[in-house]
């Protein structure tokens, strides 16, 4: 069984889910991909690991990286895991590119080149929003594009993280709109 909860954070509402001990999704209300693991039945309830997980986000939306992750399963293809295990790696107040995510998978898996658009699909498919941090992933050229929760709230969040922002721009079109 699946559990869901939710949490009002200074971005909007965020709807978590989780099997009895770890976190299997989190998502801004509304966002693309809104629920893309949730089962058909889902209940509602109180659980250690919402509860450890709201701490985690209180900690963050108050401005500080916190020194713990809530457990979690990601419930995904192996090759969307391997890119939200890199995005783990990404330090809060940093970010990385497309292009050096798909450098190492290409490492990983001792093949010559990974294509930046298939590391793109895994991180805009991301399911544990804000914990696996895909809004830290941004284009080579300093794009900030592709995030799921929408690009105003990319950018807040990178704010917020104090990411140095004078060279990351809003594109005019494309997929951060």
Known sequence: ??????????????????DRFRLTGLWFDGQKYFGDTLPENFEKKNL?????????????????????????????????????????????GKTMTYGEIAEKIAVQKGIARMSAQAVGGAVGHNSISLIIPCHRVVGTNGNLTGYAGGIDRKFRLLAMEKVDMTNFFVPKKGTAL
């Open 48 to 92: 250690p690991v919402f509860e450890e997980t709201f701490r985690w986000l209180d900690i963050y939306f108050s401005g500080k990286a916190p020194d713990f992750t809530p457990p979690l399963f990601m419930e995904t293809t192996p090759f969307r895991k391997s890119v939200w295990e890199i995005m783990l790696q990404i330090p809060y």
């Open 1 to 18: 069984m699946i559990y869901t909860s939710h949490y009002d954070s200074p971005l909007g509402g965020i709807t978590l889910a989780a």
